[in-house]
């Protein structure tokens, strides 16, 4: 499981949220922070796996 951090404009983060949502990778979303210092960006959180059948090329 690894955490991902998405910080931008509330569209943007919500439309990169909602890919990867439709994608199947993430197990937990968080709701929106507001960034601090009034930039109008915001934050938000992702629990995301990849699904068993993509393999590790390592």
């Given at each position: 499981m690894v955490r991902v951090r998405l910080e931008g404009l509330p569209d943007e983060v919500q439309?990169?949220?909602?890919?990867m949502q439709a994608a199947g990778c993430v197990l937990e979303r968080s709701r929106e922070y507001p960034n601090r210092g009034g930039s109008g960006y915001v934050r938000l959180y992702l629990d995301c796996d990849l699904h068993e059948?993509?393999?590790?090329?390592?």
């Open positions: 439309r990169i949220a909602d890919a059948e993509v393999e590790d090329d390592d």
